[in-house]
Structures are given as structure tokens and as C-alpha cells.
């Protein structure tokens, strides 16, 4: 089986450098070669880390409140002609980022993709702490990273190409294919998003509720059967006590085990088309043993929703 493998080293989506450091970190603690020799995948794709400097622009003021707009628009709109390369092929894209900002160009490509070849609309499932579905002007931080969704929804719009106006109809994901897990720090005007659109959520009180197993379920009913999944996984859905070294840490989060389960099902269901693994920061531990511990999680993410696992 084919695999396009994406390294996104970006971290302006966020103020907190580091975060572009985790493709290396991904790659060096074997990732890759654990998929291509012990998984048999075959890897596509350069072996590079994307660092985009190209792509940065001399000055980049706030935006509508957003900072580093247009390097995030820019980096993202080129993150989204790779994924699509690759998706186009008929390949599962896995894309190593970075901070979660980089979903907009990577749902993106794979949504376009996914519509030229298969004449279908594609799912998103999003495990996170966060809603990461703020538009720019509900959002209190400013930093992109906390509204990919809003842009890749339609949620929030803007028509000039260097703010994310390069975003057409053929990039979009449906509301009511996406859903959420693990959800436990939303901003109050992320709520009302969630609630004035309907849109399908399993916080971490729906898993203590029902277990990681029956949310799943209801998860992958909610998108239905034989729909293309796009699986974007946050490192910070997990509890901190497995994943410290990530940017905006919650207590109460998922064991490595229920985020594992997750990866599995939805490798299970045969129908993952992409997966985004997203702010790791190795920079940011107490120890180095936290750094690695969070690179080791991640990696076993990736290897779990690629079927290492199953039997
Ligand atoms: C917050 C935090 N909702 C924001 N978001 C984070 O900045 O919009 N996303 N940390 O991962
Ligand atoms: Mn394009
Ligand atoms: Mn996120
Ligand atoms: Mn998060």
C-alpha cells in the first residue's frame, strides 16, 4: 500500500516556537522506517522537512485579529497543492506537522482530492482538547491554530487571496461530517459554534460516560459507513501525563491506550484516506523525558491508525 508523507515543520499558527522541530523528531525516533519495514508500506514523498521559508512574507501584521496571517494562508495553501499530489494518486497522505494551523491546507487537499476522484465528500474526525472552530473574531488569542476548522468549514470566510482566500467550494468540509473527540477546554464562542450548527461532539465526559469504545461508534455512525475519513489527531487530546511536550496542555485527557483504540477503529474501517499528526513540541518539557515520551506517543498514534496494531 502507498502512503505521500507530508513533514511540516510550521509553527506559526501559535506563538510557542519549537513545534516545528517535531517532523525531525517523528522521523529520527524511526516513524517512517517502522512504516516502511515493519508495515510494508511504500512511502511517497520527499524525505525532507518542509520548513517554507520561501513562503514567509517581510511583514505580516495582524489580520482581522489573526497573527502571522499570511504566512499561515501562504504555508497552508501550498501544504494543500502537496496534499492533493498525493491524494490525487489515489494515496493515504500522512502529514507530520507542525501546529494544528497546517489542517486548513491538509483537509483541504484532501477534500479536493477526494471529490475529483471518488465523486465524494469527505469526513473529518478531530481528536483534540480543543474546538480549534473559533472564527477571528470570537477568538481571544489570535493565534490560527485555534481556528482551522472555522476556515476549512466555511465558518469563517475571507475573500482576499493572502488571508486564506484562495479557500474555494471545492476545498470544503461538510458540518455534518465532522465530528469530535475528546473535547474538554472550548471557548465560550467555540460552544456557541458548536451548538448553533449542531455539529457532533464527544467531550471527555461522553468517554468517561459511554467508554472510548461506544463513542467511537457512535462517532463513525454519525459520518456513516464508507465514507472517506480524514483523521486530524492533536497530541494534546491526549492527558499530559502521556503527551507533556505539546503547547497547550489540559488535564483529564485521553490514555495513549483510548487514543491508540481510536486510531485502530478508524483504521479498522478501512476507509481512512488521511491523517495529520500535529503539535508535538519536543522543546516544550520539563525533562527530556517527557519530550521523548510525547515523540514516542505520537508515533505510536501514526502506527495504530496505520493497522500495527490489529491482528
Ligand atoms: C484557544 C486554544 N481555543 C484558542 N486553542 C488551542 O487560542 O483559540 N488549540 N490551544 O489547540
Ligand atoms: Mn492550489
Ligand atoms: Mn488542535
Ligand atoms: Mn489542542
Known amino acids: ?26 522521523i529520527e525516533a524511526g516513524l517512517l522506517s517502522q512504516l516502511r ?10 524525505d525532507e522537512v518542509h520548513l517554507y521559508t520561501d513562503l514567509m512574507p517581510k511583514e505580516d501584521p495582524p489580520f482581522r485579529n489573526m497573527k502571522n496571517p499570511k504566512a499561515v494562508s501562504n504555508v ?7 496534499v492533493y499530489a498525493q491524494a490525487r494518486e489515489g494515496r493515504m497522505v500522512l502529514t507530520l506537522g507542525g501546529d494544528h494551523s497546517i489542517a486548513i491546507g491538509t483537509i483541504a487537499g484532501t477534500a479536493k482530492a477526494i471529490r475529483e476522484r471518488l465523486n465524494r465528500e469527505v469526513a473529518v474526525i478531530w481528536v483534540d482538547a480543543h474546538a480549534d472552530i473559533n472564527t477571528p473574531e470570537s477568538s481571544d488569542s489570535g ?19 493572502e488571508y486564506f482566500g484562495w479557500l474555494k467550494e471545492e476545498h470544503m468540509l ?23 450548527n449542531g455539529i457532533k461532539a464527544f467531550s471527555m465526559f461522553d468517554v468517561d460516560k459511554y ?19 480524514h483523521l486530524s489527531f492533536d ?6 501525563m502521556w503527551a507533556p511536550s505539546t503547547g497547550t496542555p489540559v488535564r483529564g485527557g485521553l490514555t495513549l491506550r483510548e487514543g491508540d ?35 514516542r506517543a505520537g508515533c505510536s498514534l501514526v502506527r495504530c491508525a496505520l493497522g500495527e496494531s490489529l491482528l
Not at 177 to 196: M, Q
Request: aromatic fraction near 4%; charge should be negative; charged fraction near 25%.
Open 76 to 82: 497552508t495553501e501550498k501544504l494543500c497543492d502537496q
Open 37 to 46: 519495514d515493519e508495515l510494508n508500506y511504500k512511502l511517497h514523498g520527499d
Open 261 to 295: 483504540f481510536i486510531c485502530e477503529s478508524v483504521h479498522q474501517t478501512g476507509s481512512l484516506v488521511a491523517i495529520d499528526l500535529v503539535e508535538v513540541n519536543p522543546s516544550l518539557a520539563i525533562d527530556h523525558v517527557g519530550a521523548s515520551e510525547t515523540v
Open 211 to 229: 467508554g472510548i469504545g461506544r463513542v467511537v461508534e457512535m462517532a463513525l455512525a454519525h459520518i456513516g459507513n464508507d465514507t472517506p475519513i
Open 143 to 161: 493565534n490560527v491554530h485555534g481556528m482551522p476548522v472555522a476556515f476549512v468549514t466555511g465558518l469563517a470566510k475571507e475573500d482576499k487571496r
Open 1 to 26: 500500500e502507498d502512503i505521500g508523507v507530508v513533514a511540516v515543520g510550521f509553527s506559526g499558527g501559535q506563538c510557542k516556537p519549537g513545534v516545528d522541530a517535531a517532523p525531525k523528531a517523528l
Open 235 to 240: 497530541v494534546d487530546a491526549l492527558d499530559p
Open 174 to 196: 461538510n458540518l455534518n461530517k465532522l465530528v469530535y473527540i475528546g473535547l474538554r477546554d472550548v471557548d465560550p464562542g467555540e460552544k456557541r459554534i458548536l451548538r448553533e
